[in-house]
């Protein structure tokens, strides 16, 4: 799995060089399917109940899981690009957030508070503590900088099934939950939203997107906890 997702961090930092003004998702899709191939992996969501493609790449109020198509991206705009990859028998899952251009100093913010959240998620990460202890810490520190988490979705386990038991929300209370342990892999992934953390379901009927419209924001990694402690697999 630490091969696997070595190979799956320097794929999404290519896919990330070809994101700017005038490229369309579909373009991105087809650059990190041809990376994924040519590593000797497979894309983990393509025919994942009845995805089409390899890449999720949602943008601005889209939250998760959103089909690449024609759509094409311009200057202010915010993408997640989500990608996972099946090498040697087991799954890694990635996410990250990036700008198309020069961007507003709110979505700037909800970036950097984003990926912050997920490094203090990721700090909670040892033995003893508990699923619960994760998400406090994230919605505790998302909160306290003006945005909200997610509560319709989560993180996971994650191994020869892309996902797997248990569900890792990104809230809660401190001391709830299963017990980290030794050998564990999982995917901490916050998704923080500008405005309401509701949801609705997009029309391409994968896809998720902000209720209210605010604009959205996702970041996730790829966990083994080991005797020596947190390991990121999937970091560039």
């Given at each position: 799995m630490a091969e696997g997702g070595k190979i799956l961090a320097k794929i999404i930092e290519e896919v990330r060089k070809k994101v700017?003004?005038?490229?369309?998702?579909?373009?991105?899709?087809?650059?990190?399917?041809t990376l994924i191939l040519k590593?000797?992996?497979?894309?983990?969501?393509q025919g994942y109940e009845e995805y089409p493609a390899a890449l999720c790449a949602s943008v601005n109020e889209e939250i998760v899981h959103t089909v690449p198509s024609n759509r094409v991206l311009k200057e202010g705009d915010i993408i997640s690009l989500d990608l996972g990859i099946f090498y040697k028998g087991?799954?890694?899952?990635?996410?990250?957030?990036?700008?198309?251009?020069?961007?507003?100093?709110?979505?700037?913010k909800l970036i950097t508070v984003t990926k912050k959240s997920l490094e203090v998620g990721i700090k909670?990460?040892?033995?003893?503590?508990?699923?619960?202890?994760?998400?406090?810490?994230?919605?505790?520190?998302?909160?306290?900088?003006?945005?909200?988490?997610?509560?319709?979705?989560?993180?996971?386990?994650?191994?020869?099934?892309?996902?797997?038991?248990?569900?890792?929300?990104?809230?809660?209370?401190?001391?709830?939950?299963?017990?980290?342990?030794?050998?564990m892999v999982f995917c901490i992934e916050p998704m923080v939203t500008a405005g309401d953390w509701n949801l609705?379901?997009?029309?391409?009927?994968?896809?998720?997107?902000?209720?209210?419209?605010?604009?959205?924001?996702?970041?996730?990694?790829?966990?083994?906890?080991?005797e020596k402690g947190f390991q990121i697999l999937t970091k560039i």
């Open positions: 700017e003004p005038g490229i369309t998702t579909n373009e991105l899709d087809r650059v990190a399917e590593s000797g992996g497979k894309p983990s969501f087991f799954h890694n899952d990635m996410a990250i957030t990036v700008p198309v251009g020069k961007i507003s100093q709110e979505a700037q909670e990460v040892k033995a003893g503590n508990t699923f619960g202890d994760i998400g406090y810490a994230i919605q505790k520190y998302v909160e306290g900088e003006g945005f909200n988490v997610v509560r319709n979705l989560c993180g996971h386990g994650i191994g020869r099934e892309l996902h797997e038991d248990p569900q890792i929300p990104n809230y809660g209370k401190k001391g709830t939950g299963l017990e980290l342990a030794e050998r609705a379901k997009m029309k391409d009927n994968f896809g998720y997107q902000t209720a209210d419209g605010s604009l959205s924001c996702h970041f996730e990694h790829t966990i083994a906890l080991t």
